[in-house]
């Protein structure tokens, strides 16, 4: 016997066709075989701020344990199935395989995965590290869904993962408005959210996506029977074709890497650090809103973004002095704006005293002061008092945000980003799979 782990990545385009989908089918033909899946299948998601990716930037990847004699007959449904299911029309469409054949995943490929994750990697360094560890590639065209498919093979997700169930349309209604009971969905996330999590945002139903692709509706969660228990709680209007589950590195943040200072701060990462806010911020058009923070190293620039909602308002409550602790991707520098991190959550570890100033009252009559020239004290206007030896009276004014963790709404989520039903949750990888995880 053979354990055979097959990455895919980047078969997409933004016209329709979807990994995912693809990896769905591949679960259905290759069950009909009677392959042996040690897993469930992984959907993986790579660093969301790397240029020219897919819409979701996702890689795939599936564990089968397989009769030797049977290996090239599984190749080959794999490819067959890229070939057909894969929009290789679209000139940014490369779809990538990647077949590695061994019990343990090597260290070298692991470490690979995690780079993908939070870092760019470069297609010749992909290739090299597949000869190294003698990982068998199938490109299409120029050969940067290797990236991924190499990065989904190294991925363990042993520490923590999440569950996706995902259902699929049947094709007559594909680019159509997707129907759903949407008191269903109300009534689901009720029932297991925090379990499940980014079902709903402020009523607007997030389970669907708005795209030509064959998703239906997709729920996130921590086990894959609240995911299961959860699709059977909704009610689709509409037919469905099928449904996988996949494990997932959604909502666990495994795309941020913690940075010991700003210097260290580089386009398209996607980090943590912390600073002290040295700037009130400002809102720009688009009602985007712009803040500055600083450390011994230097300062940078940080965005929270309109659909990132109320939490635009934390961001204009901090004052220079609060220190904070920011999450997000690099932005590299334009012409417009210097390198900037685009802010998925922050962190306030100690709020500044924010202190006004007033002058102060006439000593004789009450009534408040005026100043009399620069050093030159107050004045009273109302009985003429002036005086030199006094200060101005100051007074703290509570602040009205608090030292903790501020997240935008679930809507303007990244799929990486770990949600507020998740913090400080791990789920480790279980020993044994839920049943039944796919249909058909
Ligand atoms: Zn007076």
Not at 166 to 188: A, F, H, Q
Not at 307 to 327: C, H, M, Q, S
Not at 426 to 438: C, D, N, V
Request: proline share 6%; glycine share 6%; aromatic share 6%.
């Amino acid at each position: 016997m053979t354990l055979l782990h097959i990455g895919i990545d980047d078969t997409d385009s933004p016209s329709g066709g979807c990994t995912t989908y693809l990896c769905a089918r591949l679960v259905e033909s290759l069950s009909a075989l009677n392959v042996n899946f040690v897993d469930y299948p992984l959907l993986i998601r790579l660093n969301p701020n790397v240029p020219f990716r897919t819409r979701g930037n996702a890689a795939l990847c599936l564990r089968v344990k397989i009769d030797d004699d049977f290996e090239n007959r599984v190749k080959q449904i794999v490819l067959e199935e890229i070939e057909r299911g894969a929009d290789l029309s679209f000139k940014n469409t490369n779809s990538g395989v990647a077949f590695y054949e061994g019990e343990a995943i090597p260290d070298m490929l692991e470490k690979f995965s995690k780079k993908a994750m939070q870092n760019i990697v470069i297609i010749n360094e992909a290739l090299k590290i597949a000869e190294t560890v003698g990982a068998e590639i199938c490109t299409f065209k120029n050969a940067r869904g290797v990236i991924g498919a190499l990065a989904a093979v190294g991925t363990l997700l042993e520490n923590d993962h999440t569950y996706e169930l995902t259902t699929y349309r049947t094709p007559e209604n594909y680019g159509k408005p997707r129907k759903l009971d949407i008191d269903s969905v109300r009534n689901m996330d009720s029932a297991t959210s925090p379990n499940t999590f980014c079902n709903i945002d402020d009523g607007r139903i997030l389970i669907t996506p708005h795209g030509p692709d064959p998703i239906l509706y997709g729920i996130r969660g921590d086990t894959a029977e609240v995911v299961y228990a959860a699709h059977n709680m909704v009610t689709s209007l509409e037919p469905i074709e099928r449904w996988v589950i996949f494990r997932s590195n959604q909502g666990t943040d495994m795309h941020l890497r913690f940075l010991p200072s700003i210097s260290q701060v580089r386009p398209y990462l996607s980090v943590i650090l912390n600073g002290e806010v040295s700037n009130r911020s400002k809102t720009i058009s688009g009602g985007h809103v712009i803040m500055q923070i600083k450390d011994h190293t230097g300062n940078i620039d940080c965005a929270a973004y309109e659909p990132t909602g109320a939490f635009r308002e934390v961001i204009k409550n901090l004052i220079p002095g609060d220190l904070v602790r920011v999450y997000g991707g690099v932005r590299p520098a334009s012409s417009l704006h210097p390198l900037t991190i685009n802010l998925e959550k922050i962190e306030i570890l100690k709020l500044a005293p924010l202190i006004v100033k007033f002058n102060p009252k006439c000593t004789k009559c009450g009534k408040r002061m005026t100043s009399a020239g620069k050093n030159k004290g107050f004045k009273c206007k109302k009985c003429g008092l002036k005086l030199t030896e006094i200060e101005k009276s100051t007074f703290e004014i509570s602040r009205n945000i608090a030292e903790k963790l501020y997240l935008p709404p679930a809507r303007a989520h990244r799929h990486l980003t770990r949600p507020k039903e998740r913090i400080n949750k791990l789920t480790k990888k279980s020993e044994t799979m839920f049943a039944p995880w796919h249909n058909p």
